[in-house]
């Protein structure tokens, strides 16, 4: 079985930032591990055709002190900052020609590499050949949690050709390692360091240096440029932008013909295209602008921003802001799609979220500075909750529909057709707002502004005591969110249902406040937002159940005329909501029982005493 590679590359800036983070004692909350020097020979090798690279790997026999080693891997894409990669491997012999696979051993990786030969056009293109050699000077050390090492980091020094050694970082999870701790070691790289995602593999950056084309007689890419075609979506255009990253590299049309898996020709198009038009002939595929600062890029593994106990507020708000932002980004293609209603939801979550995250942390952020990102994101919210509220109503109108007998089951078609027509309405409107320059706007402000450090950070006056870090704020913020809901025992015996709303609010102001602070809480906080989870599922099922009663009210009165048939089935279904209100309604005190009983108290004393 091939083993996943699962990694993050950046280019260094210069050999200043290399010897930094060389000798950093920690990352991202994780301690460095001792240091180790690898020397290695990288030989990458295909036919004259191309035809590995052609079906989509990269084969390359590595020679180092211990030994050679034979690995094919799968190629990567841009446009993801985590690589996700198959790599099989086998051990050679110190003294093989390692180029003639006769003197390979028999193993999965050989009959690997003669299927790829066969397979295509580029199957009968000959023997195995030296495509490229590179040097490479490593230097790789872990990054550990306790003793537990869960990233390795490795600083590269490569020599594509004649000239400087290329610098690079690679961060690859171990397998002690989790993904949301691999995307904490990104995040530092990228707050902390400012290093941004290298879009090319090692093999296409030597290829253009061997290569060194420079045909099409256009200007190279701008940083701006490169950036923005890393964000390139759609399964296309994904190829084109690519296409223009390899050129910009130095690489031959008919080698990025074969990366590419395209025709030349077409290779061509889009280089002459890109030419002409520059980003305009990409403009329909591409997340944000071209210009001005980049978007961030989503990393959506991460369950928690990596804020500190040490950290100011307002940091550890742009942090936390900055994770949800790009769970918004990562879920508006499914949202556009449409296909899959719960991309549409987490989309609209993420947008909660942060409007959570601005009460949370807003008093320590410059109020002029946030008031655009804020008024966005209410836009935002605006535009996707009806989609998302008529989608909810329509589910659960079906799941009714289907208990029914088959002589019943169109009782309910008026209903659902005038609501499907609402629904088609509400989302046209949707994405008018999602294609309209207000939006793109928002969304590249809003990613310059969580790019940067310090940004909208409001200023303390120096030498004062004022409280402003995690550990110091975090305490009160969350004891008074709990006090808020705790308040509700002196009135529940008589609570109506609108109040019971206001306390699923609160109850999810008091939930999200705790998940911005998971990392810096002792581990009670996990227990107790399950519990809030719970609580507020019920009294969502309420909310729910209460506003389809309404709405059904108010079709029953509207629409006098509708056949006896339709009224029935409406009327069943205003029943099952009106009784699902009932049994909610009197369920509750024993889920609020389980909120206030004294091992919820307990453990949230527990979790915030770490602080």
Not at 123 to 138: D, K
Not at 347 to 360: D, G, K, L, P
Not at 516 to 544: C, K, M, R, T, Y
Not at 570 to 598: D, H, I, K, N
Request: charged share 25%.
């Amino acid at each position: 079985m091939p083993k996943p590679e699962i990694e993050a590359k950046f280019a260094l800036p210069d050999r200043r930032v290399h010897d930094q983070l060389l000798a950093v004692e920690s990352l991202a909350g994780f301690t460095a591990g001792e240091r180790t020097i690898q020397r290695v020979v990288d030989h990458y090798l295909d036919t004259p055709g191309r035809a590995i690279l052609a079906a989509g790997y990269a084969c390359r026999v590595r020679a180092e002190a211990t030994g050679q080693t034979l690995t094919v891997k799968s190629l990567g894409r841009p446009g993801e900052t985590i690589k996700r990669r198959e790599e099989h491997t086998a051990e050679l012999a110190p003294a093989a020609c390692f180029w003639q696979m006769q003197y390979w051993p028999v193993c999965p990786v050989r009959a690997l590499v003669e299927e790829l030969l066969r397979r295509g056009e580029h199957g009968a293109s000959g023997p195995l050949e030296i495509l490229l050699i590179l040097h490479q000077t490593r230097h790789v050390y872990p990054l550990n949690d306790g003793d537990r090492p869960v990233v390795e980091l490795s600083l590269d020094e490569v020599l594509l050709g004649p000239g400087e050694p290329v610098l690079e970082l690679e961060a690859e999870l171990l397998p002690g390692g989790t993904e949301e701790e691999l995307c904490q070691v990104i995040q530092a790289l990228a707050d902390e360091w400012g290093l941004i995602a290298s879009p090319l593999s090692k093999i296409e950056r030597g290829l253009g240096a061997l290569e060194g084309w420079d045909g099409l007689e256009a200007e190279r890419l701008s940083v701006e440029e490169r950036l923005a075609l890393t964000r390139v979506k759609g399964s296309g255009q994904v190829d084109a932008a690519h296409t223009v990253l390899l050129w910009d590299a130095g690489l031959r049309p008919q080698t990025i013909s074969a990366i590419i898996g395209s025709s030349e020709p077409r290779v061509m198009h889009w280089l002459e295209a890109f030419r002409d038009e520059r980003m305009a002939s990409l403009a329909t595929s591409v997340e944000g602008s071209a210009s001005g600062s980049p978007v961030p890029m989503p990393c959506t593994s991460a369950k928690h921003a990596d804020i500190l106990p040490e950290d100011p507020m307002s940091e550890a708000g742009r942090k936390t802001l900055r994770l949800h932002f790009e769970r918004m980004l990562a879920h508006e293609p499914g949202t556009r799609v449409g296909a899959d209603i719960e991309e549409l939801h987490d989309m609209r979550v993420a947008t909660r979220r942060m409007r959570a995250a601005f009460r949370v942390f807003g008093p320590h952020l410059n109020p002029e500075a946030i008031a655009p990102y804020l008024q966005g994101l209410k836009r935002t919210g605006r535009a996707l909750g009806p989609v998302r509220d008529l989608d909810v109503f329509g589910e659960k109108v079906q799941l009714y529909i289907d208990e029914l007998p088959a002589d019943s089951a169109g009782a309910l078609d008026s209903l659902l057709a005038e609501r499907t027509q609402e629904r088609d309405t509400a989302r046209g409107q949707m994405l008018a707002y999602l294609d309209s320059q207000v939006y793109s706007g928002f969304v590249q402000q809003f990613g310059a502004f969580l790019s940067t450090k310090g940004a909208g950070a409001r200023a303390f006056p120096p030498g004062k005591p004022v409280p402003h870090q995690v550990r110091h704020v975090a305490p009160r913020l969350i004891y008074a969110r709990y006090e808020k809901v705790r308040a509700y025992e002196l009135v529940l015996e008589e609570a109506t249902i609108e109040m019971l709303h206001a306390l699923r609010i609160d109850f999810k102001r008091l939930r999200y406040t705790l998940e911005f602070f998971v990392p810096v809480l002792g581990p009670e906080a996990s227990s107790i937002i399950e519990g809030l989870e719970g609580i507020q599922d019920h009294l969502g099922d309420l909310n729910d159940a209460d506003v389809a009663s309404q709405i059904l009210e108010g079709y029953l009165q509207r629409l006098s005329d509708l056949p006896e048939a339709g009224r029935r089935g409406m009327s069943g279904y205003l029943q099952r909501r009106r009784e699902e209100c009932q049994r909610l309604l009197q369920t509750f005190p024993a889920v609020w029982e389980r909120f206030a009983r004294p091992e919820m108290r307990r453990n949230l004393a527990l979790a915030v005493a770490v602080l």
